[in-house]
C-alpha cells in the first residue's frame, strides 16, 4: 500500500516571502500521480499542482512549483512571494496510474497548516 | 457556477438517528466519491461510484451507504450514527481514464452527532 507523509504540521512565512513544503511517498509502482491541495478554513478543497510521475519536468503554476525527486520519493511544494490568502491546511496526494477499480483513489499525507504573516 | 454542490454544509443529528448527506455534480463526471475528514486528520476515502458501480473501501464501516440515482447526484447514508462519525463528509468528482483525472471537491457538509 502506498503512503504520504508530510513530516511538517505547520509551518509560517512572511507575506511576500517563499516557503517549501515537504512530502515523501513510499510507492513500489512506477506509474503515477502526485497533487498538492489547499484546503483553507471552512472552505472547499481546491487543487494546487498536479505531477506525472513520468514527466521529469518540474510541474508549475504561477508563483507554485514542485520540486520532484522521483528517486528519492520526494515531493516538495514552493510557493513564492506568499500572500494572505495562501493560508490554509495543504495536503499532498498520491494516485496511482493504474487503471483499475481502485485507480483513481487518493491516497493523502496529514496535512500541513500554512501561515502568512503579514 | 459551483460544480460539486453539498448538501446541507451543516447537519446536526442524534445519536443513532439516520441521517443523508447529499452530493450533486454539474461537471457531467463519471466517478463521484465520499470520504470522512475528521478534525485536522486527512481525508479518508469510503467509497466512490464509477459510473453506477459501486466501489466500497475495505474499512469502511457497513453504518455508511452510498446512493448514486443518475450521473449528477449521490447520497451518503449514515443509518446509525455513533459519536465517532462526527466529521466533515466530502464529495468529490473526476472523469474515469481522462488523462486529467484529478478529482474535484465540494465543500463539505460538517456533521455533529449529539
Known amino acids: 500500500a502506498q503512503t504520504v507523509t508530510q513530516s511538517q504540521p505547520e509551518m509560517s512565512v512572511q507575506e511576500a516571502e517563499t516557503v517549501t513544503l515537504s512530502c515523501t511517498y513510499d510507492?513500489?509502482?512506477?506509474?503515477?500521480?502526485l497533487f498538492w491541495y489547499k484546503q483553507p478554513p471552512s472552505r472547499q478543497m481546491i487543487l494546487v499542482i498536479r505531477q506525472e510521475a513520468y514527466k521529469q519536468q518540474n510541474a508549475t503554476e504561477n508563483r507554485f512549483s514542485v520540486n520532484f525527486q522521483k528517486a528519492a520519493k520526494s515531493f516538495s511544494l514552493k510557493i513564492s512571494d506568499s500572500q494572505l490568502g495562501d493560508a490554509a491546511m495543504y495536503f499532498c496526494?498520491?494516485?496511482?496510474?493504474?487503471?483499475?477499480?481502485?485507480?483513481?483513489?487518493?491516497?493523502f499525507g496529514e496535512g500541513t497548516q500554512l501561515t502568512v504573516n503579514p | 457556477d459551483a460544480m460539486v454542490i453539498q448538501n446541507p454544509r451543516y447537519q446536526v443529528t442524534q445519536f443513532g438517528k439516520p441521517v443523508t448527506l447529499s452530493c450533486s455534480q454539474t461537471l457531467n463526471h463519471n466517478v463521484m466519491y465520499w470520504y470522512q475528514q475528521k478534525s485536522s486528520q486527512a481525508p479518508k476515502l469510503l467509497f466512490h461510484y464509477y459510473d453506477k458501480d459501486f466501489n466500497n473501501e475495505a474499512d469502511t464501516p457497513d453504518n455508511f451507504q452510498s446512493r448514486r440515482p443518475n450521473t449528477s447526484f449521490c447520497f451518503l447514508d449514515i443509518r446509525s450514527p455513533g459519536l465517532g462519525d462526527a466529521a466533515m463528509y466530502l464529495c468529490?468528482?473526476?472523469?474515469?481514464?481522462?488523462?486529467?483525472?484529478?478529482?474535484?471537491f465540494g465543500p463539505g457538509t460538517r456533521l455533529t452527532v449529539l
Open positions: 496526494a498520491y494516485r496511482s496510474g493504474g487503471w483499475e477499480t481502485s485507480g483513481s483513489r487518493l491516497t
Open positions: 510507492t513500489s509502482e512506477s506509474d503515477y500521480y
Open positions: 468529490a468528482t473526476s472523469i474515469w481514464k481522462a488523462s486529467t483525472d484529478t478529482q474535484y
